[in-house]
């Protein structure tokens, strides 16, 4: 099966991998040849949400390792809470799989072990893309709607995740019009050959096996409500990748923090991108993320 720019179903029929790191368990899926790069999912995700990444921005001459982070799917949330934790934990199994060094992209609540896995292991880390991430503390768990709180608590229940997949199914663009405010962009994305289906399994993806995504959902909150770093320390090749209508994540206080703070960044500022850019604007990222990928992660 090709590393599919359609094959929105690639994430589903990849069986995951279980490594044993001195730091603890980890899942992941191995796909493609090439030089390697790891992919990290946001919240409410795991190795397929991380693979589903690859194939949005990603390119078929590398070889992803599409990690679940710790608390998501099969990977437990003893294998690393922090965010630097979590940065230890993709050196650990680089180290598993004898590999000396590799690329990071990530999305959302992923950035934070990305970043610290850049911060912590700068030898080990070929560069990083970060795409609609946090440069600093975002909501806190107190702050979170008491309608979301609840489907968390439900969703350790199978009936309830198989009921809102369900639901979702029979109402795709509904649920797409929640992350994609404006009327135009959503119905071009939803009709995209290629994006379309990448966006509709990213969006049904989060209530397959719901409830076992839901202890590194919690934990993402917690991490991301507090989360610092030392930016300017950050000595590896970044592409920062963000929407300037993303109200998760503001432009301005993330994106641009980026840009400001990292010594060798480059900002990609997605004009009218949500915190989907990757879907709703993938003709105009791709190119830039495996532009950047050729020249900082290929190391054949």
């Known amino acids: 099966m090709p590393f599919g ?133 975002v909501a806190s768990a107190a702050s979170i709607p008491l309608s979301f709180k609840l489907t968390l608590a439900l969703s350790r229940f199978s009936w309830f995740g198989r009921m809102l997949y369900r639901k979702a199914e029979k109402n795709v663009g509904t649920m797409a019009a929640k992350s994609v405010r404006d009327p135009k962009i959503l119905s071009r994305t939803m009709d995209d050959p290629d994006a379309g289906p990448l966006f509709r399994a990213m969006m049904l993806g989060t209530f397959y096996r719901m409830g076992e995504r839901i202890d590194g959902t919690r934990n993402d909150i917690d991490v991301t409500s507090g989360i610092s770093y030392p930016l300017e320390e950050l000595n590896v090749p970044t592409l920062v990748v963000h929407g300037t209508e993303d109200s998760m994540l503001p432009f301005e206080h993330h994106g641009k923090v980026f840009q400001n703070c990292i010594p060798k960044s480059e900002l990609l500022a997605v004009e009218g991108g949500e915190h989907v850019t990757i879907f709703t604007h993938r003709k105009l990222v791709r190119p830039k993320t495996t532009a950047f990928m050729d020249r900082y992660f290929n190391m054949t």
Not at 31 to 45: E, F
Not at 68 to 81: A, D, H, M
Not at 83 to 106: N, S, Y
Not at 115 to 136: D, K, N, W, Y
């Open 5 to 137: 720019l359609n094959n929105a179903e690639l994430s589903q029929k990849v069986t995951p991998k279980i490594a044993d790191t001195p730091l603890g368990v980890v899942e992941y899926a191995d796909w493609g040849n090439g030089p390697p790069v790891v992919a990290l999912h946001g919240a409410m995700g795991g190795y397929d949400q991380s693979l589903l990444l690859a194939q949005a921005i990603g390119d078929a001459n590398y070889r992803f390792l599409a990690l679940s982070r710790p608390g998501y799917l099969g990977t437990p949330i003893r294998s690393g809470k922090s965010a630097e934790a979590q940065g230890d934990l993709i050196a650990a199994l680089l180290d598993t799989l004898r590999i000396p060094a590799a690329g990071v992209m990530t999305v959302s609540g992923g950035g934070p072990a990305a970043i610290h896995f850049g911060l912590r292991h700068p030898a080990r880390c070929s560069g990083l893309i970060l795409v609609s991430t946090c440069a600093g503390p």
